[in-house]
């Protein structure tokens, strides 16, 4: 009788630990997600619900954009706690008419989200009748070429014109980079030392 009421009482402290564990991982996920980065820059004036029940978020509220919806929803799947992420969130206002070229523009940011070789936060999107525009500031040609070919393969993209410049290009001549100023104190070593 004793050895019974004893594992009774064992599994019901498990119980309730395991419960508060859970409820402690919750809450832990919600207040990072409020706290993160893509939250406070990216959709810090969209009005968004985050709620965790053990694991398992829903996101209510309205957003701003529709490159929006995916950008919160990945932010939160890719937490650590996170097992999966009911995503109910609305755009505010009108959505815009498939292939138009506010859909195009929406279609064209939220591919650029997705890829981290781009950078989506400054790249500005413009279309008219399917012409895409890029401008904002790419790192590398080669992040500048990525930019293009990722607009390029959006459905309804008829063609892409990129405006955009190299942070290196807008550099004073007499600017350094990192590497040339390393490559100089290698220099200025090595003569010290013979």
Same mark, same amino acid.
């Given at each position: 009788?004793?050895?019974?009421?004893?594992?009774?009482?064992?599994?019901?402290?498990?119980?309730?630990?395991?419960?508060?564990?859970?409820?402690?991982?919750?809450?832990?996920?919600?207040?990072?997600?409020?706290?993160?980065?893509?939250?406070?820059?990216?959709?810090?004036?969209?009005?968004?619900?985050?709620? *965790? !029940? &053990? /694991?398992? @978020? $829903?996101?209510? +509220?309205?957003? #701003?954009?529709?490159?929006?919806?995916? %950008?919160?929803? =990945?932010?939160?799947?890719?937490?650590?706690?996170?097992?999966?992420?009911?995503?109910?969130?609305?755009?505010?206002?009108?959505?815009?008419?498939?292939?138009?070229?506010?859909?195009?523009?929406?279609?064209?940011?939220?591919?650029?989200?997705?890829?981290?070789?781009?950078?989506?936060?400054?790249?500005?999107?413009? *279309? !008219? &009748? /399917?012409? @895409? $525009?890029?401008? +904002?500031?790419? #790192?590398?040609?080669?992040?500048?070429? %990525?930019?293009? =070919?990722?607009?390029?393969?959006?459905?309804?993209?008829?063609?892409?014109?990129?405006?955009?410049?190299?942070?290196?290009?807008?550099?004073?001549?007499?600017?350094?980079?990192?590497?040339?100023?390393?490559?100089?104190?290698?220099?200025?070593?090595?003569?010290?030392?013979?």
């Amino acid at each position: 009788m004793y050895c019974l009421a004893l594992i009774a009482t064992v599994a019901s402290l498990f119980l309730i630990n395991a419960s508060l564990f859970a409820s402690d991982t919750d809450d832990r996920i919600e207040s990072t997600a409020k706290q993160s980065y893509v939250f406070k820059t990216y959709l810090k004036g969209d009005d968004i619900d985050i709620q *965790a !029940k &053990d /694991g398992v @978020v $829903t996101l209510t +509220g309205t957003v #701003s954009e529709e490159s929006h919806i995916p %950008l919160a929803r =990945e932010t939160l799947a890719s937490m650590p706690g996170v097992k999966s992420v009911d995503n109910k969130l609305e755009v505010k206002g009108e959505v815009p008419a498939a292939f138009s070229d506010a859909w195009v523009i929406t279609k064209v940011k939220t591919t650029l989200w997705f890829h981290r070789n781009v950078s989506a936060a400054k790249t500005e999107v413009f *279309a !008219k &009748d /399917g012409i @895409v $525009t890029l401008r +904002g500031e790419a #790192s590398s040609g080669a992040q500048k070429d %990525l930019t293009t =070919e990722y607009a390029r393969d959006v459905e309804g993209v008829k063609n892409v014109i990129n405006e955009m410049t190299l942070l290196s290009a807008t550099m004073n001549p007499e600017d350094k980079t990192m590497g040339q100023k390393m490559g100089t104190m290698m220099k200025s070593g090595k003569k010290n030392d013979g």
